[in-house]
């Protein structure tokens, strides 16, 4: 049973370009949260998607922005990237009813802006 | 964003030794949850604390769900090289999202 899965596993860009991250949660689990994990630094909330729409958010600017597809896959989106973006993206998944129980993490998305 | 009290930073022991480190928050949780993460790595679940208090074993380590609401241990017995990594404290209050530490790299040397 594959757990979460993220994709890219690494990925460079230019300052002022706009990323795609893609996360598929855990077989079974309905909700999809995203963490940034600076380094040196533990996994902070960006937000969280349940039902294909945004549940809670955390302290990110408005260029951080997500989706939820119907088959619970999450996609994370940061446009006009700064210097201070690169970090470890960090996906979870948690079961239906659970919100933030049951997290399991993927490996992330190592993101790094030159 | 609000980060967690996590100490030591780091540390480096000997195979075999025991392992202590705490977290505190100024903010109180009813719920207290340990990771671990190995580099290229998501965090991976090691305990679950629900109540002020509540002592709980797995393996090897051993949590505690501070009295106050506001602290958390956790303790490594004989330690072994792959304990090497960084661990995380998190707490969460009702509904919301995990607060994490900055975490303690633990290094062990055999």
């Known amino acids: 049973d594959a757990g979460v899965t993220q994709s890219p596993t690494h990925l460079i860009k230019t300052r002022g370009q706009q990323v795609t991250l893609r996360c598929s949660p855990k077989?079974?689990?309905?909700?999809v949260s995203w963490y940034q994990q600076a380094l040196g630094q533990g996994p902070q909330f960006i937000f969280q998607y349940y039902e294909e729409e945004e549940r809670q958010r955390g302290n990110f600017p408005d260029r951080f922005s997500g989706h939820q597809f119907p088959n619970y896959s999450s996609e994370l989106n940061v446009n006009a990237l700064l210097l201070g973006d690169s970090a470890l993206y960090l996906c979870?998944?948690?079961?239906?009813?659970?919100?933030?129980?049951?997290?399991?993490f993927g490996s992330g998305t190592r993101l790094t802006v030159v | 964003g609000q980060q967690l009290n996590q100490s030591p930073q780091s540390m480096f022991i000997q195979e075999g030794e025991d392992v202590s480190m705490n977290c505190t928050s100024s903010?109180?949780?009813?719920?207290w949850l340990w990771y671990k993460q190995d580099p290229g790595e998501g965090p991976v679940l090691l305990i679950a604390?629900?109540?002020?208090?509540e002592l709980t074993s797995n393996g090897r380590l051993t949590a505690q769900f501070g009295i106050t609401r506001k602290d958390s241990f956790l303790n490594i017995s004989a330690s072994i090289p792959s304990d090497v990594g960084i661990y995380f404290c998190?707490?969460?209050?009702?509904?919301?999202?995990?607060?994490f530490g900055k975490g303690t790299r633990l290094s062990v040397i055999a």
């Open positions: 998190a707490g969460q209050l009702g509904n919301t999202p995990l607060v």
């Open positions: 903010s109180i949780f009813n719920t």
């Open positions: 604390l629900y109540k002020a208090g």
């Open positions: 077989s079974g689990h309905d909700t």
């Open positions: 979870a998944s948690s079961p239906p009813d659970s919100q933030y129980y049951g997290y399991t």
